[in-house]
């Protein structure tokens, strides 16, 4: 049940920071809630790894507790890393 209650957790997070992420970046994102969600767990990681080179838990400390605001603000940060990224590489498509 751990298992997989850590990849509910994942996907719920990654959906909520997802889409604050979302709402915090300027323009429009052409993209599904699918997408979103993948972002936004790939932003928390990024977000992990850039608390750990600040000298954080880094991405032990979002496996530890992803629910607290310090995670959560990380997380954010990284997924807009994450999403701007995203935007230059498919600008150019349709």
């Known amino acids: 049940m751990g298992l997989l209650w850590a ?3 994942w996907i ?4 909520i920071i997802g889409l ?3 709402a915090i970046m300027p323009g ?6 699918g997408m979103t969600i993948i972002l936004g767990v790939v932003g928390a990681i990024v977000g992990g790894f850039i ?3 600040l000298g954080g838990n880094g991405v032990s400390g979002i496996l530890d ?3 607290s605001i310090g995670t959560i603000l ?13 935007g230059l590489l498919t ?3 349709a």
Do not use: D
């Not at 990380?74 to 995203?86: P, R, T, W």
């Open 51 to 53: 608390g750990g080179l």
């Open 28 to 33: 429009k994102q052409a993209m599904g809630l």
């Open 20 to 22: 604050v992420a979302r």
């Open 65 to 67: 507790n992803p629910w």
């Open 7 to 9: 990849i509910i957790s």
């Open 12 to 15: 719920i997070i990654g959906a």
């Open 91 to 93: 600008k150019n498509r």
């Open 74 to 86: 990380l997380a954010v940060v990284g997924a807009l890393i994450v999403m701007f990224v995203y």
